[in-house]
Every structure is written in structure tokens, then in C-alpha cells.
């Protein structure tokens, strides 16, 4: 393979798998990235390569689990759910069984879109879109003034975009 690039281990507690790509893979990733709704000819074509080869490859790279899904992203706005908070949630204890709660809480609501469990002074940021405050208040009732545990929420308001993208550019 020419121009191989390894994406090393780090840690073993953080990293759990090598995976080596030629520049092929990481054209394919970049390319399937802006569109995945590519044919495998306008795929080789962007690519520089056959679909024969294009098919094979994102195969491996599906099965390795490098490429997870093809999904078409949808407008909140035009979807009338303009409104995007990121909600930052502090709690009074971490334990695992508390966390999995919480998660779990989270996982059901359909306006969060992101969720994470964070280091520093806070545990959570939460990222949804709403339709509107009343929305956007009754999940807060929902999920943070019924729980014990929360010890505070803080909700900024997205109120432009300078940057949004679900492209990741692998090392190099």
C-alpha cells in the first residue's frame, strides 16, 4: 500500500483498535462524509478509482467500523425547531448507577440530539433543538427539576452558526 497511514494507539484505556488506511480509504471516508448518497461510479469517480474497488473498500471499511451509517441530515429550522440549546448539567453524585439513570432519562428525549458525560465542573452537555421556550421549559421540568440528583442546568441559546459539520479528517 502506498502513502499507509496507521492510526496509532495512544493509550490502550483510551484507543482499543489499530486501524492502517491507505490514501484510497481516507479519500473514500472524506468523499462518502459530504455525500453519502454517492453511487459507487460518482464515488470511484471522485475518488479516482473503479467502483469495483470503491464497493470492496467501503465494505471493509463498514465492517471495521470506521464508516458507521449513511444518513441524510435534516434541517431543524425547516423542520420548525429552530430553537438549538446547549444545556450544561451539573450533578451531586457520579456514580454509575446514577449516570446510567441519567443517560437513560436523556436517551428518550427526542429533541436532545447530542448528549455527553464531561470532565471539569460540570457532567453533562446536552445539545437538542426545540420548537419553541414552552418546549424547551417542559423538558427541563422533565428532566431536571423531578431529579434529586441535579444540582444545576445552564442552557446558552445558539444564536448564529459559524461552524457545523459531522466531517471528521482522519490524521494523516
Same mark, same amino acid.
Given at each position: 500500500m502506498?502513502?499507509?497511514?496507521?492510526?496509532?494507539?495512544?493509550?490502550?484505556?483510551?484507543?482499543?483498535?489499530?486501524?492502517?488506511?491507505?490514501? +484510497?480509504?481516507?479519500? %473514500?471516508? &472524506?468523499?462518502?462524509? !459530504?455525500?453519502?448518497?454517492?453511487?459507487?461510479? =460518482? $464515488?470511484?469517480?471522485?475518488?479516482?478509482?473503479?467502483?469495483?474497488?470503491?464497493?470492496?473498500?467501503?465494505?471493509e471499511l463498514r465492517r471495521r467500523g470506521v464508516l458507521t451509517g449513511c444518513v441524510y441530515?435534516?434541517?431543524?429550522?425547516? +423542520?420548525?425547531?429552530? %430553537?438549538? &440549546?446547549?444545556?450544561? !448539567?451539573?450533578?451531586?453524585?457520579?456514580?454509575? =448507577? $446514577?449516570?446510567?439513570s441519567f443517560a437513560t432519562h436523556i436517551s428518550r428525549e427526542p429533541a436532545i440530539l447530542q448528549a455527553y458525560g464531561v470532565t471539569g465542573d460540570l457532567d453533562a452537555v446536552l445539545i437538542g433543538v426545540f420548537s419553541d421556550m414552552e418546549e424547551y421549559q417542559a423538558l427541563c421540568d422533565r428532566l431536571f427539576d423531578n431529579d434529586p440528583d441535579v444540582v444545576r442546568y445552564t442552557t446558552l441559546f445558539a444564536v448564529e452558526t459559524y461552524k457545523e459539520t459531522t466531517s471528521i479528517t482522519p490524521d494523516r
Amino acid at each position: 500500500m502506498d502513502d499507509v497511514v496507521k492510526i496509532s494507539e495512544h493509550s490502550a484505556k483510551w484507543t482499543k483498535w489499530v486501524i492502517t488506511m491507505d490514501a +484510497l480509504d481516507l479519500r %473514500i471516508i &472524506a468523499a462518502l462524509q !459530504v455525500d453519502g448518497s454517492l453511487t459507487k461510479a =460518482e $464515488l470511484a469517480e471522485a475518488v479516482g478509482s473503479t467502483p469495483s474497488t470503491c464497493l470492496r473498500r467501503v465494505a471493509e471499511l463498514r465492517r471495521r467500523g470506521v464508516l458507521t451509517g449513511c444518513v441524510y441530515l435534516a434541517d431543524p429550522a425547516k +423542520l420548525g425547531r429552530g %430553537i438549538r &440549546a446547549i444545556i450544561t !448539567v451539573t450533578t451531586r453524585n457520579h456514580t454509575k =448507577e $446514577l449516570r446510567t439513570s441519567f443517560a437513560t432519562h436523556i436517551s428518550r428525549e427526542p429533541a436532545i440530539l447530542q448528549a455527553y458525560g464531561v470532565t471539569g465542573d460540570l457532567d453533562a452537555v446536552l445539545i437538542g433543538v426545540f420548537s419553541d421556550m414552552e418546549e424547551y421549559q417542559a423538558l427541563c421540568d422533565r428532566l431536571f427539576d423531578n431529579d434529586p440528583d441535579v444540582v444545576r442546568y445552564t442552557t446558552l441559546f445558539a444564536v448564529e452558526t459559524y461552524k457545523e459539520t459531522t466531517s471528521i479528517t482522519p490524521d494523516r
